[in-house]
């Protein structure tokens, strides 16, 4: 390939120019060797001839193909040389805003002047763990390959990080450890990390300033090594510091600042703390007012200063020290502001006496102030001899004074940096570390002294070690590929080095000059021109003889000798030290002790005696006063270069765009100078002299197929294929070397294959066209042809149309014309016609008329003559009836007559009497002998009772006692009969006073209705407005529809948040209990067990060996019940019923326990029974049991009643309230009616169950004589038993009577009484509302209008709400209870009734005989019995050695079932401790499994499928109404009797958040390193994607090159794994609303994954990614639905990832492609659309890049739009897991236990 291939035309070139460094032009004529100029075409379109020299101007440098531009990794541009890289990291840095960017192994890092959020711990997390190269350049990438390194090679690693002042450097260091903080958290509770990362605010503060190149410029290098122990955990911490700037605290330049700590405190002055400081605004100082601004914009530094006293006190130093360091810093500003005063002399001077500045100075640091005045303006002169005072001049003075006041910051900075290593120290053996270098970069002003010297020093030290290492790098690369390599000639400093500090160097000479009692930098100016003037790195400036110039790697740099000594020597004189040292504080006086690490004296303790001698000695100097500042900086920077040697490096260089901090704006001069000085460069040209473009066998293949022919791609050896083709297409074969794995090329060979793929898709460009011209033209001519054809047909057709119409109308008229005649001549007839037929009718009409009226002349005379006719008839038949009746009256009544007299005759005969009295004989008979047999029944009778009042004669004289007993109650009834008739008496006052104030309240109502009337009119007019002003506003605002959906969703978001809340809180709780357990076992493992323990760094959080406490069944429900509930009630009428419910929980369940405790007394008597009955006869003891069980009911009865009471009270205090809360009279009355018809009602309920009370003791009485009535059998004493049967009872009833008649009595009095006091709380109650009413109507007066009606309207909706609410709750309450008693109330009766029936039959006489009872054989009830020594056997069976595939054959979830059959058994026989022990046991093993299996997916899902079971199981059986809906009968029957275990429910709820967390953690897990591979990276499409040149990508050191190129996953082996997670969820019978969760979730971890890398690869931002992804997004979809899985809702988590996919399709030109894709992208945020929108890079020349005038138009349409400001998915959230209620259809009676499982010892029951 010659050099007139590369320089043809069409060629485009770099060419130097003043303004931009490098300027783009294209080759317009073909360069031939020898031409001494080469035609170019600007930019600009104008044209230039480039002259050509063999020495000075040579060749322009080549550019790169367009398709190369914007590369993460500049080495993998073609063409490596200094425009190539100017250009790249332009085009990133402006228009894709990319500030990070690889050049081999260093990172170059722009600063942009801007906070950008690319630094949040989401994008921590997606660095986390992938190799460099793989992702986007960044900061975290770096620092990932260091953590990486570190753990894998065991070696100690460094990140250097350097550049210019204000490139950014601190805030990269601070970064890197923020990552190293979150990556590699201490394991411990130390915080280790938050401490490392809380000394950055505090070194900033005291080392960091404003400069004009930076505002926060760390004017002091720092090297902050973080420890890690063996697991990679951080555990300390040490900082190292370089060379502090102290000349900054006595001076600033124009706009600059001192350190910030100074104006923190000055900002803060006000406070109270501070008062004794005496400091003011930082104007009033000196120290802070020479740069003439004391202000930094966004600064706030009162605000900084509270920041820096937390991390003060995070890092242990107390308050007291604290204020001794702000004492010691205020002291610094007093020093500088105090007035040296000189004298007329000139050589001496003086301090005003009383003197502010210097009171306060003394004042805060505890010395001497006559001292310090003294020694201040003087200084001590010591000879062999001899001691002299001397006075100073001023200039001395003023010295002197900035000398010390730099001397203290000094020590105080050493001092803070050593207590912070102190707080960072840990005593745990480090086991590696990883260093971050924070240190100035090269730097050159226009006036360079001692600080840019030692700096650049530095840095010849740093480049030197820089470029050996990038040279090993190489070297290893090739070696590794067993390629021939030669020794790359390289730039090697350490002649420079030397020249500084080697023997008699530039160090050396100024530490001599400095011994020098009289050296001036003058001599040693001299002393350097004589000696290193034949260097070839120092040279002599023309114009001066006090400066120098050394020969840097980066630049020459012109060094001013001024102050050189005075700042190498650093002098203060030991006067001011030793009275600083006598300092009453403690602090100040150890800042400045000598040699404080070698004393053995304890701090505190040091002597305070001075001992003179008597001859003053001469002070031998100690060797760390004899060393300079340089030589002191030259022993830590070779320690330095030290600790980097023994480390693996990696580098960041810090480049700074622009001198005016402006975002985004670059400077090309600056940066070039800025890169020439950092090595970046260096490195590109060490790069360029080897092999700089690397590309893999496969990658190669893929690129340029295009180049082979079809016979070569046919070969299935792909290495072979690519030698063939390089060797066809490249002659030259050094330009290229086949390695292991990789292709190396030479710089531009790249280029050139490029060149030939574009010339070959050129020409088949070309082709293309030309046949699709050509096709396009012929179906232009056929289209032309068939539109002739077509407009020929259309023609002939129009004229043959035109001739048929022409005929049709011709017809069409001699059918009009015969028609029009035909009607006129029918017209003429018809009139015709209509003549003669009008006459004939008229005619005919006048004689039908004639006829008629003759007619009716006729009729009406009939008529007349008809009706005389009948009233003549009429009149003579009435004559004749009333003359016939009168007639036969008369007859009649002489025929009774004569008939009576017949009667009176027969009566008085005896044959009439006979005939009556013969049935009467008969009747006679028979009541004679009924008489007889009852007179013998009689006279038995008396006999008995004879007996029987013989027998009981001594009882009747007890019986009389109690008669008397009762008498005097019946007097004490009497005084209550008062009390009643008293009460009644106040009743009726009360009443009447009622009356009075009703009539009272009824006169306010009136005129309070007439206000309202008058204010409802006001109201209507300002409703019209507010009508219209909502017109006006929904005009102005359109859109704002569905605000109660909103609501809804709103309240729904709620709800799911408190849900996701509460699940994170259990999760942290978890957390917090898996630590516990961890610190438990590694106490125990050093105690009992010596040595290493190593745990699992993903060990689970469920784990957990605590047993729960005993828990009793208090008032606190289930959430999941309680949630479940709110959404079927729906979630307004939640909102509402949601406190009632909660109200009427806590009665419910009370009465609930009662039942159960009465039932189990009733159990327990039965057993009680059971055992008697095995003991003695059968006959004895089931009137034992009878009487027990009598007594048992009447207790429960009892009980029942004194409940009833209770709730009556309930309910009348209910109803006051009511009636408190209603303001009408009228309503008042409606509850008051109300109130007494429901007491009344009540206390109709007590007096039956009173009466059923005294049945059951008049029962229990019966038994008793029929006990007592047996063994008189049995004593043959008959009359005895005859006696006591038929006189006792009445006695017993008689007093059982007068016994209920008391109660009676106190019921009444007890009712008269409620009523009386519920009266006067009404009275009360209607007083306050009067007094509230007439506050009201005060209020009304003093309102306006609008407020008035507002206010009403108001409080109308708050009563109305509150009174709903009330009526609401009480209502529900009462209807509950009424619904509970009653059912109790029926299980009572029958019980009763049993009970009488039973008694009944055992009373008769012919039963004397011993009855057995037998018991029924019982079905198999569910149940599983096991003893409690078997509980440990149970769990272990069940739990601990329970494997999925031993119960896959058998009913899903089959340990759940068992274990609940086992709970229901131990609560059948009302055994709390077993329930609970049980139930503890049971969720304990459960989580040892877990953590035991913490990485095990199918353990994991059997034991949620079998948890949630089990909840399931506890809420169908628990006896709640609200699960009992789908239970068949036999599964009520099932039911929980005696235990309420709401609380396990929630505990095993809280197990199963737990363990679907950890479910969705190892699913996760197992799915992480597939995502990224099956969704961005692998051919879903075949030969779909292309593949670029890749650069640093997959050269990254963190490979393990040992195990081969990493595992590619497709989008089949990933649905392979959903497939199988689901299956093996199904199979373990999870419930389907579960699996949905699980997969929803899942599908939210494939859309974070896969969006975050997208958003962080270059690589992938392209149109054939987009392809695949969303045919990989459509595979998954079609997945969903063949599973049915699709209405769970996973789809929509993956919207995000379909929008980004259809963005980068989309076309990016025009500003409708721009509104298209703001309509479309509505699920991804602004930052995200622009992050793509820079990322898309085209895979080939033919496709344009996305202009930045179209990012622009995207970022102002959406610039309003409010969303999400984080540009990464968060990979952790978590939705809220819900278990919603599934109730089983599986009969527990029906559960096979399979033998298998070794359950021998349970007992079906």
């Given at each position: ?1224 009279p009228n309503e008042l009355q409606e509850g008051y009616s109300v109130l007494l018809n429901q007491l009344k009602e009540a206390n109709e309920e007590l007096e039956v169950r009173k009466e059923e009370v005294l049945m059951l003791k008049t029962q229990i009485v019966n038994t008793t004589r029929q006990l007592e009535n047996t063994n008189h059998i049995n004593s ?530």
């Amino acid at each position: 390939m010659s050099v007139t291939e590369l320089y043809s035309k069409y060629t485009r070139v770099w060419i130097p120019d003043p303004e931009e460094v490098w300027k783009g032009a294209e080759i317009i004529k073909d360069y031939k060797e020898g031409d001494s100029v080469l035609h170019l075409q600007l930019e600009d379109e104008s044209t230039l001839e480039y002259p050509l020299g063999p020495k000075d101007n040579q060749l322009p440098f080549l550019r790169n193909p367009d398709i190369l531009v914007g590369e993460n990794d500049l080495t993998a541009l073609s063409y490596l040389h200094e425009p190539a890289v100017l250009h790249n990291l332009k085009v990133r840095f402006l228009e894709s805003n990319h500030i990070y960017t690889y050049c081999g192994i260093v990172l170059v890092a722009i600063n942009p002047y801007e906070q950008l959020q690319i630094y949040g711990e989401e994008v921590i997390n997606a660095y986390s763990g992938q190799n460099m190269g793989d992702m986007d350049p960044h900061i975290f990438a770096v620092a990932e390959e260091a953590y990486k390194q570190m753990g894998r090679d065991e070696k100690n690693q460094s990140i250097i990080v350097s550049g210019e002042s204000g490139a950014g450097k601190t805030v990269s260091a601070k970064y890197a450890m923020r990552f190293f903080a979150t990556v590699g958290g201490s394991a411990s509770d130390t915080n280790v990390e938050e401490k490392v990362l809380a000394s950055s605010p505090i070194m900033e503060a005291i080392g960091n300033a404003k400069t004009t190149r930076n505002d926060n410029s760390s004017r002091f290098g720092k090297y902050i090594q973080i420890g890690f122990d063996k697991r990679y955990h951080i555990i300390g911490a040490n900082m190292r510091t370089y060379l502090l700037e102290k000349s900054r605290v006595v001076f600033q330049a124009e706009d600059e600042r001192n350190y910030h700590i100074f104006y923190q405190l000055c900002a803060s002055s006000s406070l109270s703390e501070f008062k004794d400081l005496a400091l003011t605004s930082a104007e009033d100082f000196t120290y802070t007012s020479l740069g003439e601004n004391i202000f930094i914009e966004g600064v706030n530094d009162a605000e900084d200063l509270v920041k820096t006293r937390e991390a003060l006190t995070m890092l242990g130093v107390k308050d007291v020290h604290q204020m001794s360091i702000f004492n010691i810093i205020a002291s610094i500003l007093h020093l500088g502001n105090v007035a040296i005063v000189s004298e007329r002399d000139g050589e001496s001077c003086h301090i005003n006496k009383g003197d502010p500045h210097l009171q306060h100075f003394t004042r805060l640091l505890g010395i001497e102030q006559d001292q310090m005045e003294h020694w201040l303006c003087r200084r001590k002169l010591v000879t062999t001899s001899e001691t002299y005072v001397k006075n100073m001049s001023h200039p001395q003075a003023v010295n002197a004074r900035d000398a010390l006041a730099k001397h203290i910051y000094a020590h105080l900075f050493d001092w803070i940096v050593e207590h912070i290593n102190k707080s960072l120290h840990t005593s745990t053996k480090q086991h590696s570390f990883i260093g971050v270098l924070d240190i100035y970069g090269f730097e050159t002003f226009e006036i360079n002294s001692f600080e840019q010297f030692c700096i650049n020093y530095a840095n010849e030290k740093l480049q030197q070690q820089f470029n050996s290492h990038v040279f090993k790098l190489e070297q290893e690369e090739y070696m590794k590929e067993q390629i021939p390599w030669t020794l790359i000639d390289f730039y090697d400093n350490q002649p420079c080095i030397d020249l500084i500090e080697a023997k008699l160097g530039i160090l050396d000479l100024l530490d001599e000059e400095c011994k020098v009692p009289k050296g001036t930098d003058m001599n040693w100016a001299q002393k350097l021109y004589s000696k290193h003037s034949g260097s070839g790195h120092f040279e002599k400036p023309r114009m001066s003889n006090s400066s120098f110039i050394i020969v840097h790697f980066a630049d020459k740099v012109e060094y001013q000798c001024d102050g050189f000594l005075e700042k190498n020597r650093d002098t203060v004189y030991e006067e001011q030290i030793n009275i600083l040292k006598a300092s009453q504080f403690q602090l100040v006086a150890d800042l400045f002790q000598d040699g404080k690490e070698g004393t053995s004296l304890p701090a505190g303790k040091t002597s305070k005696v001075n001992v003179r001698p008597a001859k003053p000695q001469p002070k031998g100097h100690n060797r760390e006063h004899r060393k300079t500042v340089g030589t002191q900086f030259r022993n830590s920077l070779h320690l330095l270069m030290e600790t980097l040697n023994a480390t693996t490096p990696h580098y960041v260089r810090c480049i700074k765009p622009n001198d005016f901090k402006e975002s985004f704006v670059f400077d090309s001069k600056r940066a070039v100078q800025q890169l020439r000085a950092c090595g970046v460069l260096e490195t590109i040209r060490i790069s360029a002299a080897g092999y700089p473009s690397r590309w893999t066998y496969l990658d190669f293949y893929s690129r340029y197929r295009v180049l082979m022919t079809k016979k070569e791609m046919t070969s299935a050896d792909k290495k072979l294929v690519c030698r063939n083709l390089l060797e066809t297409l490249i002659k030259d074969p050094d330009k290229f070397q086949f390695g292991k794995t990789k292709i190396f090329f030479r710089a531009g060979q790249v280029a050139y294959l490029e060149k030939l793929r574009a010339d070959k898709f050129r020409y088949a460009c070309i082709k293309i066209q030309k046949t699709v011209r050509g096709w396009l033209q012929r179906i232009r001519y056929r289209k032309i042809r068939k539109s002739a054809i077509t407009l020929q047909r259309y023609g002939r057709g129009y004229m043959a149309r035109r001739y048929a119409e022409m005929l049709r109308l011709t017809r069409a008229a001699l059918i009009c014309q015969k028609r029009y005649r035909m009607v006129r001549v029918r017209r003429e007839y018809l009139k015709t016609r209509r003549a003669v037929v009008t006459i004939q009718a008229f005619a005919r009409g006048m004689f039908i008329r004639r006829l008629y009226q003759e007619f009716m002349l006729h009729h009406k005379a009939m008529i007349i003559q008809k009706t005389v006719r009948g009233w003549l008839v009429r009149k003579k038949y009435l004559r004749a009836r009333y003359a016939a009746i009168v007639i036969q009256c008369f007859y009649r009544r002489v025929r009774a007559k004569r008939q009576l007299k017949q009667l009176k005759i027969e009566a008085r005969s005896a044959n009439h009497l006979k005939s009556l009295n013969v049935g009467m004989e008969n009747k006679i008979v028979q009541l004679q002998k009924k008489m007889d047999n009852k007179s013998k029944e009689y006279k038995t009778q008396n006999e008995q009772l004879a007996v029987a009042n013989t027998a009981l004669g001594s009882e009747v004289s007890k019986l009389q006692k109690e008669l008397q007993t009762l008498r005097t109650q019946q007097t004490a009834g009497s005084s209550l009969q008062d009390e009643l008739e008293r009460l009644r008496a106040e009743l009726k006052e009360a009443h009447a006073q009622r009356k009075q104030i009703e009539d009272e309240f009824s006169n306010e109502k009136q005129d309070l209705e007439k206000r309202v009337e008058e204010l409802q009119k006001e109201n209507s007019l300002l409703k019209k407005e507010k009508e219209e002003m909502n017109q006006r506003i929904q005009n102005s605002t359109p859109g704002k529809v569905g605000d109660a959906s909103k609501k809804e969703s709103n309240v729904q978001a709620e709800l799911d948040e408190e849900r996701s809340r509460y699940q994170n809180l259990l999760k942290e709780y978890s957390r917090l209990e898996l630590r516990y357990e961890n610190l438990q076992e590694e106490m125990s493992s050093v105690k009992f067990h010596p040595g290493h323990r190593r745990n699992p760094s993903n060990q689970s959080s469920l784990g957990s060996d605590s047993n729960y406490p005993s828990i009793s069944m208090s008032d606190v429900g289930d959430t999941d019940d309680t949630i479940q509930q709110v959404e079927e009630m729906g979630i307004e009428k939640a909102a509402m019923d949601l406190s009632v419910f909660m109200k009427l929980q806590k009665r419910v369940r009370e009465l609930e326990q009662e039942r159960k405790r009465l039932q189990t007394s009733l159990e327990k008597v039965d057993d009680l029974n059971k055992r008697k009955s095995n003991e003695s006869n059968g006959s004895d003891e089931d009137v034992n049991a009878d009487l027990a069980y009598n007594s048992l009911k009447r207790q429960e009865l009892e009980t029942e009643n004194k409940k009833l009471k209770n709730d009556l009270n309930e309910l009348r205090k209910a109803v006051a309230v009511n009636a408190s809360e209603n303001s009408s009279p009228n309503e008042l009355q409606e509850g008051y009616s109300v109130l007494l018809n429901q007491l009344k009602e009540a206390n109709e309920e007590l007096e039956v169950r009173k009466e059923e009370v005294l049945m059951l003791k008049t029962q229990i009485v019966n038994t008793t004589r029929q006990l007592e009535n047996t063994n008189h059998i049995n004593s043959n004493d008959v009359s005895e038993y005859t006696n006591n049967k038929n006189k006792k009872p009445e006695d017993v009833v008689d007093g059982e009577s007068k016994k209920l008649l008391e109660d009676q009595l106190k019921t009444q009095s007890r009712k008269h009484n409620d009523e009386l006091e519920a009266l006067h709380t009404q009275i009360e109650l209607m007083r306050n509302d009067l007094e509230k009413k007439q506050e009201m109507l005060n209020n009304f007066s003093t309102l306006s209008p609008e407020a008035l009606v507002e206010f009403s309207i108001q409080q109308e909706l708050t009563r109305l709400t509150n009174e709903n609410l009330d009526l609401k709750e009480i209502k529900e309450k009462l209807e509950k209870n009424e619904r509970k008693l009653k059912k109790q109330l029926g299980i009572y009766m029958k019980k009763v009734k049993e009970l009488e029936v039973s008694q009944t039959t055992r009373s008769r006489p012919e039963l004397t005989r011993q009855v057995t009872v037998q018991r029924k054989e019982k079905d198999f009830e569910g149940m599983l019995e096991y003893y409690k020594e078997d509980e440990a056997l149970l769990v272990k069976s069940l739990i601990t050695d329970m494997k999925p595939q031993s119960v896959s054959a058998t009913v899903p979830c089959l340990p759940a079932y068992i274990l609940f059959m086992c709970i229901r058994h131990a609560d059948y026989i009302n055994d709390d401790q077993k329930v609970h022990s049980l139930l503890t046991s049971t969720i304990n093993a459960i989580k040892k499994v877990l953590k035991k299996n913490n990485d095990d997916f199918e353990m994991t899902s059997f034991w949620l499928a079998n948890s949630s079971r089990l909840l399931h199981c506890l809420k169908q059986y628990s006896g709640d109404e609200a699960f009992m809906t789908q239970n068949t009968p036999k599964q009520n029957e099932h039911c929980l009797k005696n235990f309420d275990l709401a609380e396990y429910r929630q505990v095993l709820s809280d197990l199963s958040i737990q363990i679907y967390q950890q479910l969705i953690r190892v699913a996760e897990a197992f799915l992480q390193p597939m995502i990224v591979s099956a969704m961005l990276e692998s051919e879903s499409i075949p030969s779909l994607a292309g593949v670029k040149p890749m650069g640093y990508r997959n050269r990254s050191a963190s490979i393990d090159c040992d195990s081969g190129a990493p595992v590619g996953y497709t989008l089949q082996a990933l649905k392979r794994q959903l497939a199988q997670f689901h299956t093996t969820m199904a199979d373990h019978g999870l419930d389907p609303e579960i699996c949905q969760q699980v997969i929803r979730q899942l599908f939210y971890s494939i859309n974070a994954v896969s969006l975050n890398n997208l958003l962080l690869r270059k690589d992938v931002c392209s149109w054939s990614t987009g392809m695949q992804l969303r045919y990989n997004i459509s595979q998954l979809e079609e997945w969903l639905r063949e599973r049915n899985l699709h209405q769970g809702g996973s789809v929509s988590t993956l919207e995000p990832l379909i929008q980004a996919a259809k963005l980068l399709q989309m076309n990016k030109k025009t500003s409708q492609d721009a509104e298209a894709i703001c309509s479309l992208c509505n699920s991804l945020s602004l930052q995200q659309i622009v992050k793509i929108l820079n990322l898309y890079t085209p895979l080939n020349e033919f496709e344009e890049r996305v202009t930045v005038s179209f990012i622009r138009d995207i970022q102002n349409r959406l610039q309003d739009r409010v969303d999400n400001h984080q540009l990464l998915v968060d990979t952790k959230h978590t939705f809220p897991v819900l278990f919603p209620f599934t109730p089983s259809a599986l009969s527990l009676e029906t559960v096979h236990i399979p033998a298998s499982l070794n359950l021998d010892f349970l007992t079906r029951v």
